[in-house]
């Protein structure tokens, strides 16, 4: 049997669209984008008729791309006319790639440019620091991409420095009531030692912030990923499941017999999962944090 590994950067996007095909994530931010977002975004100050921002952190997040323009085009509704300044941190050069061929084919971003930082947000961080190019945003959004960077306080902390006056920050994190945050908590034991991701929900995020002593508002939004196939022996897409579960690269064919059947057992566990019409449904619950200036 092979020994256990983590997945390539190009194993965990096939492992993440069958998440996202399974699940209602997206589905989720577009709820928010409809019911909070416009009313956030009402609130920045559109100096000379500007409107300066930091598009989010990618580095985990492969699909964020389309939530990042989604985003932009409800900027432009709440501010017609304005100009956008659209800055891109992203270490991944098939992510970037990708998300400018997402702008090429979008013809109602004209009053958009965009800047393009192929770095993690420490590299970022230091170049800004080293160049003494402190740029203030009015928008600053991390989707899912706090499990991935090396100190969450200081990055945190950092991109809050950025923000311009009334500027606001987002964090979209999973939640203290998903199903992750009580695999993580009560089934730690269950998860191979592979991923070296932070296994942080947003109690961990609020945290951070109260020592900080900003101001936040916390948005909770339901969603949900129907996991059935991870316990259908053999089935491809519960192998893809499971892989991106654990961030191991084939756990059913590799992983021990006894680990695997306490992974599926935690699964299937009331705090992880619930039943709806013969399916199993893992609770992917999001926080979405906004953070003020």
Known sequence: IPSMRSLTAEE???AFKSFLDHSTEH??????????????MAGFHC????????S??????????????????ILQAVHPGVLID?????????????????????????????????????????????????????FIHMIQMLYRVEDIPNTIKFFHSC???????????????????SLWKR???????????????????????????VEYRVYEFPSGWDITECFIEGDAVGGLMMDF???????????????????????????CSSTKDGRIIFSNNLSMIVVES
């Open 56 to 73: 989010l952190l990618l580095r985990g997040f492969p699909g964020s791309s389309e939530q990042d323009l989604k985003m932009i085009r």
């Open 163 to 181: 923000l311009d006056l009334h500027g606001k920050l987002l964090i979209i994190i999973l939640s203290d009531s998903s199903g992750w945050a």
């Open 245 to 271: 579960l654990t961030g191991t690269k084939d756990f059913l064919g590799t992983a021990p017999p006894a680990l695997r059947q306490r992974l599926q057992e935690a699964l299937s566990q009331p705090e």
């Open 86 to 138: 659209n800055e891109i941190v992203e270490p991944n050069p098939q992510h970037v790639a990708a998300y400018k061929e997402l702008v090429n084919q979008a013809p109602d971003l004209q009053n958009v440019s965009f800047i393009w930082h192929q770095l993690t947000s420490s590299e970022y961080e230091q170049q800004v620091k080293e160049k003494g190019t402190h740029k203030k945003f009015d």
């Open 12 to 14: 965990y996007v096939e």
């Open 187 to 213: 089934y730690r034991d269950c998860l191979p030692p592979t991923d070296s991701g932070h296994y942080i929900t947003s109690s961990g995020i609020t945290d951070v912030l109260k020592r900080l002593g």
């Open 27 to 40: 589905q989720c931010m577009d709820e928010f984008n409809k019911e909070q977002l416009p009313n956030i």
């Open 47 to 54: 100096a000379s008729h500007k409107v300066k921002r930091a």
